[in-house]
């Protein structure tokens, strides 16, 4: 029988900083003795560290997966008036980057089973503009890749992995972050590897596409004062990288842990009227979020907010359906997989700190409102 007073968070982050206290400790005094604030080399030590996990042979650290997204796009040479295909069911920041680059976002439907770009769709998209293909690996789960980097190597596009939610994820073994010409990853806290504040990095295999990023993020300077192009600010904080570094040390104990709660899930589950989420047999999802489908999604969140088990939608208005974006002459109809999954996905509480007696709350509080329907 679960306790009726345990509440489940969405997500505990004090948690998981309790369980590397003293390391964390110990690093941030390495960075304020040192005093290397931004960049450094805790950030070098990192980025090494990084470039071996996602098996490339660059990693750049940045300030945000949003500027990561960003100078991936310049690095390929979207320019303006370029077009760039990407999916409408993702966090804003996919789409946004685009237009910072000042390219055009051509938007195209999801696989409703991985909520990924569905890569049938691609060609009808291409246009003599299009420059590159944008996938999403959502949720944790990787985008089909292999039919994508064929369209894209037919085609000669670029192809970008939007790899925000996927730290540790593969596709046919091979890491996010390897898949295509260059990868985007966002460190923001509640990520499966987050900083303690802002944090990005792109990871690519291409020593040029490498050179031009870490210029970029730099106020494009080839050497102190000489800006060889017109950069950013986009680097990375000492004390970032030095955090990054001892939680990348956590990260595939973490990522067993939360595959091991979406298991559970899947088997406590089964019989509760919900379609739970898909791992497809190529891919290792980690699970960045659990996502179910149901028809009834606001009165189950309600439900279940009441028991005191918090939930959240990503997300419940699709990119081209957000007022912001009305101007990129997209409707309601236009794009009906993401459009569907936008008023049916329902994430419920998943980290690794998570324990069994909250997962099985989760669950028998969704089976006896099952049983109520
Ligand atoms: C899919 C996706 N892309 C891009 C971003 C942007 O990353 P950041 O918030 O670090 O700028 C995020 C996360 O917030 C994301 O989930």
Known sequence: MADSSLRVPYLDLKAQYQSIKPEIEAAIARVLESSQFVLGSEVAGFEQAFAAYCGTAECIALNSGTSALHLALLAAGVAPSDEVITVPFTFVASVAAILYAGARPVLVDIDPDTFTMNPAAIEAAITPRTKAI??????????????????????????IEDAAQAHGAKYKGRPAGSLGDIACFSFYPTKNLGAYG???????????????????????????????????NYRMEGLQGAILRVKLRHLEQWTDARRAAASKYNRLLADCGVERPTEMPWARHVYHVYTLRTQDRDALQAALHAEGIQTAVHYALPVHLQPAYAGLGYS?????????????????????EMTDTQIEKVAQALTSLAAAR
């Open 332 to 352: 309601r109809g236009d794009l009906p997989q993401s459009e569907k999954a936008a008023e049916e996905v329902l994430s419920l509480p998943l980290y690794p």
């Open 198 to 232: 802002e944090g990005g990095a792109v990871t690519t295999s291409s020593a040029e596409h490498a050179r031009k990023i870490r210029m970029l993020r730099d106020w494009g300077q080839d050497r102190k004062y000489h800006h060889l192009l017109r950069g950013y």
């Open 134 to 159: 944008l996938p999403v690996h959502l949720y944790g789960h990787p985008a089909d890749m292999d039919p994508i980097l064929e369209v894209a190597r037919r085609r000669g596009l670029v192809v």
